[in-house]
């Protein structure tokens, strides 16, 4: 599994982990799978163009119409149509358009196109020219619903930020894609003046019934009005007027009667002072004394002047003369004579005042009635005021809706003669010469990329199924292990010669190198105590354990070091058969004390190393291993030997790994490159974890370095490392 496709854990666990993404194993990826890529890029490459070459072609006529939001404005602005979209805002437009286009895409449309096209009868419309039967194409013919399959050929295309619609029509006839646009163009228009035609003359019934009831409404509010006016005395006048009058009466009447009274109350104040000189005049001394306030008559007043002068004139006779003196008694007649006529004109003005004070009193009274006549006028007037009004109100309404109604029955039937849209044709829709469908240069593009993102998917797909482990990212970051190195894939030519000794056969071989490249990286890792027991196992069967284990004891043989070769496998032992020595004495022998130490090891064809096999199989290696005399003997070897290379049976199979694992200085666990599951491994490396051995690291084993699945990261291997021509690799 590749290290771009597996997360990496937080707690260090050894569950499926990977850094972020890596391209270098994304290429790596890319090139392990390259021939199933290949494979399913060109299967979806080729399917898609074979298809496209067996698709019916299909041709797009476009008809290109304009939707103003109201029909063009013929007469006046006073007239209103009855269909009348406004101007509105932003959300009334776009709903009103979005309306359109359903309108447009709608079954009615549609059945108007089928009816004039007589699409209903073409059977190549409907599909049905192919069918040499005709009483079963005439069957199929009365169950087709061409009014659904031109609606599936239709598409509204608006075109953004104008008022412009397209009206897409797709058919395998370009001529007869191009007549129905054209048709669903004309057919639009023509629904939208139905539709506009039917709404007013609804609107024109519906106005002629309330104009019909409005007028029998005026006509009863007009003459209950003029019934109340006849009855109230206001036929002549309005009632607004005969308030008017009434109240003009009433200010007139109190103004006369005002100056009525305040001449009354001249003429009592008149009345005090006449009845007193009147009685000045009748006593014996009083004429001269006679007050003339208030009667305002010169004649008095030059009568009282004689009667003073008179006086006066006795007076001083009386004071020279005698009484019975004549100049005094003519005095006298003169001056009684001068008081008669003051009397008599007293008299008189006191008479004229009495007929002037009945006459203002009985004026007074007249006025006064006239005033409380006009008062109760006021009253009724102001009484019969409410019904007048209410009467009135109700004229008047019913006159302004029946003038309103009438004037919109008029707008109506005006706009009703006028069978204009808000829709036309821009462009009319013409036969295309060449198909919009299928598209070959389009769908091969597609198929190329089709191609590649499904092989792609399909190369991480197998990758990410592929749980077997294939390279060092994925030993270090699934395994949690040190990566040792690789032990490349092993070709041998010539049978005779084993596999297992490639690296004393072939020193300057990959495997030698690699062999070398593992030995330098176990050495450092404990440059202070040197390693001298080191055990090799796998997590399964045939891993390639016993090849890297006397691969390595070989190579650190070369190295000058007295090394030997344990095989502790005591179940499937195969030491033996590789360096060709007798088994019958060996490790089981050594350790239940049936041999000597030195009678089990056996000396091998490369230098420096020996062997101590198996021996005879025990019934109960685990029990046997798990003695005390075991772990003796493996103080013993490493007493004699500088390095002890120990081949153990599988640690996930059997816990003899295990065991033997907890007696030595390091376990490499030995991981066959494309074979070793993921959970395999972990299981492995968990087993000599809970038995707390110390793991090195793990060794990545028969990998292919020549081949370029394995991606360029291992391909210096090949290059540097692989055989000269004239070698020949065995």
């Not at 709608?106 to 089928?114: L, M, N």
Request: aromatic letters at 6%; glycine letters at 6%.
């Amino acid at each position: 599994m590749p290290s771009t496709i597996i997360p990496t854990p937080d707690d260090g666990s050894l569950e499926d982990a990977g850094p972020a993404i890596d391209p270098k194993a994304i290429w790596r990826v890319i090139v392990r799978r390259r021939w199933p890529m290949l494979f399913a890029f060109l299967t979806v490459v080729t399917t898609v163009v074979l298809i496209t070459f067996r698709q019916e072609r299909i041709y797009s006529a476009v008809c290109t119409v304009i939707i103003d939001l109201t029909a063009p404005k013929v007469l006046e602005g006073q007239v209103q149509e009855v269909v009348y979209s406004g101007t509105g805002g932003y959300w009334y437009t776009r709903d009103y358009y979005e309306t359109q286009y359903k309108v447009i895409s709608s079954r009615t449309v549609a059945s108007r196109v089928v009816e004039k096209l007589h699409l209903g009868e073409n059977l190549k419309f409907l599909g049905l020219d192919k069918v040499q039967d005709g009483a079963a194409q005439e069957k199929l013919r009365s169950q087709a619903d061409p009014i659904a399959r031109v609606q599936l050929m239709l598409h509204v295309d608006p075109i953004k930020e104008s008022r412009m619609v397209q009206l897409r029509v797709e058919n395998p006839d370009p001529q007869l894609a191009a007549a129905i646009a054209n048709t669903f163009a004309d057919a639009y228009i023509a629904e939208t003046v139905s539709i506009k035609m039917s709404t007013t003359q609804s609107a024109s019934d519906w106005l002629e019934t309330q104009l019909m009831d409005l007028e029998n409404k005026l006509e009863k509010s007009t003459q209950g009005l003029y019934a109340f006016k006849k009855e109230k005395d206001i036929v002549s006048t309005s009632f607004e007027d005969k308030q008017s009058m009434v109240s003009q009466r009433l200010v007139a009447l109190n103004d006369a009667l005002t100056r009525v009274r305040v001449q009354r109350a001249q003429l009592q104040a008149r009345s005090g002072s006449l009845g007193s000189s009147v009685d000045d005049a009748h006593s014996p001394n009083g004429s001269a004394g006679v007050s003339t306030h208030g009667l305002n008559s010169f004649v008095i007043e030059q009568m009282k002047l004689r009667v003073l002068d008179l006086g006066n004139e006795c007076t001083d006779l009386k004071h020279k003369y005698l009484a019975l003196h004549p100049k005094l008694a003519s005095c006298q007649e003169r001056l009684e004579l001068a008081k008669a006529s003051l009397k008599r004109e007293l008299d008189s003005a006191r008479s004229a005042w009495e007929r002037e004070y009945r006459e203002v009193l009985q004026t007074e009274r007249n006025l006064a009635s006239l005033y409380n006549e006009s008062k109760t006028e006021a009253f009724k007037v102001n009484q019969n005021e409410e019904e007048y009004q209410r009467l009135k109100r109700s004229m008047d309404n019913n006159q302004r809706l029946y003038d309103m109604v009438l004037k919109r029955l008029k707008d109506t039937g005006l706009s009703g003669l006028m069978r204009m849209s808000n829709v036309h044709v821009l462009d009319q829709a013409r036969a295309a010469r060449y198909p919009s469908r299928p598209n070959l240069p389009v769908n091969f593009l597609f198929a190329v990329v089709l191609g590649i993102l499904g092989s792609c998917l399909l190369a991480f797909a197998v990758e990410y199924l592929d749980s077997t482990i294939n390279s060092q990212e994925q030993v270090e970051q699934l395994l949690r292990l040190t990566f040792l190195g690789i032990l490349p894939k092993i070709r041998v030519k010539n049978l005779e010669q084993k596999s297992e000794l490639m690296v004393y056969n072939q020193p300057k071989s990959a495997v030698a190198e690699c062999c070398r490249s593992i030995r330098t990286n176990l050495l450092f890792m404990s440059p202070e105590k040197p390693l001298i027991a080191i055990l090799v196992t796998s997590g399964g069967v045939q891993d390639g354990k016993t090849t890297s284990a006397v691969s390595l004891a070989a190579i650190m043989a070369d190295g000058g070091n007295r090394v030997l070769f344990l095989d502790a496998d005591m179940r499937r032992p195969r030491a033996h058969r590789v360096f060709n020595v007798a088994n019958e004495v060996g490790l089981s022998s050594v350790i239940v004390g049936t041999a000597k130490i030195e009678d089990a090891i056996k000396t091998t064809e490369v230098p420096g190393l020996s062997v101590m096999v198996c021996g005879p199989l025990p019934p109960n290696p685990t029990e046997l291993l798990s003695t005390r005399a075991f772990a003796n003997l493996l103080r013993t070897l490493e007493e004699k030997y500088d390095r002890i290379i120990i081949d153990s049976p599988p640690v996930v199979v059997v816990s003899d790994a295990a065991i033997i694992s907890t007696l030595v200085d390091g376990t490499v666990v030995v991981i066959k490159a494309g074979k070793t599951s993921r959970d395999l491994g972990q299981r492995a490396i968990r087993a000599l974890k809970n038995v707390n051995a110390r793991v090195f690291g793990g060794l990545l084993n028969d990998l292919d370095i020549e081949d370029r699945n394995n991606g360029y990261y291992y391909s210096h291997y090949s290059q540097y490392y692989g055989p000269a021509k004239d070698e020949v690799s065995s």
